[in-house]
């Protein structure tokens, strides 16, 4: 784990450098809030439609932002020649995974954070639950584990930027699925109870995921 921290590290120093990943990523859910605000501008004037739209508004920016970060994920190894140097590293593929899932779900909740933000600004709906927290990390860990796999997957590929999202879209619908209807329902006033049974598919599916990524990502990352 101490090997998978140092790549989530290296990322980090290289992204506080340059910042293309992260200005992207808010720069696009802006962009997304912004369009959903005036397109449901007459409907935003109620609470209620707001928790309605709310919860899909907030994980279409996930997504779509999250998507574009993932295109991302291997630049500096794949554009420097670095990824040879990372095979040949004395440390397991796992903890290659690992690093580059920490440091992507690390960079998303920040992401998370600042659109839901100005969601509260835009849309004049605040969100205080602590419910919604966890199951933003929970729909996140879900997320960036496929969106790692998949990203050093299609790496070599020229059409990466198309291929990704195609990849990507259809394997996140068992986290879209549970995250989505959680959020509404917190949206909507649910409690814990009524939530439970999205939150445990959710999670079941982050760990099922995590183990199958780590164990097929040597494969995936071998030329």
Known sequence: MIKALHIAVKDFRIEAHAKELLNSMLLFSFL????????????????????????G?????????????????????????????????????????????????????????????LFSILFNYTILSPLFVIVVIGGTIGF????????????????????LPVLLLPLLVPVLLPAVSATSAIFKGGDLGMITTYLRILFVYDIVFLAVASIVFEYVIED
């Not at 970060?69 to 590293?89: D, M, P, V, W, Y």
């Open 144 to 163: 960036a584990s496929v969106g790692v796999l998949l990203s050093a997957l299609v790496q070599n590929i020229k059409a990466k930027e198309i291929m």
């Open 32 to 55: 997304i809030l912004v369009v959903f605000s005036i397109a449901f501008s007459e409907l935003t004037s109620s609470s209620g439609n707001i928790a309605m739209l709310g919860a």
């Open 57 to 117: 508004v907030l994980w279409i920016c996930f997504v779509f932002a999250g998507t574009l970060g993932f295109s991302r994920a291997f630049a500096s190894e794949t554009q420097n020649g670095a990824i040879q140097a990372l095979k040949i590293c004395p440390m397991s593929p796992i903890s290659i995974y690992l690093g580059k899932v920490v440091f992507t779900i690390s960079i998303m909740l920040i992401v998370e954070a600042i659109t839901v933000i």
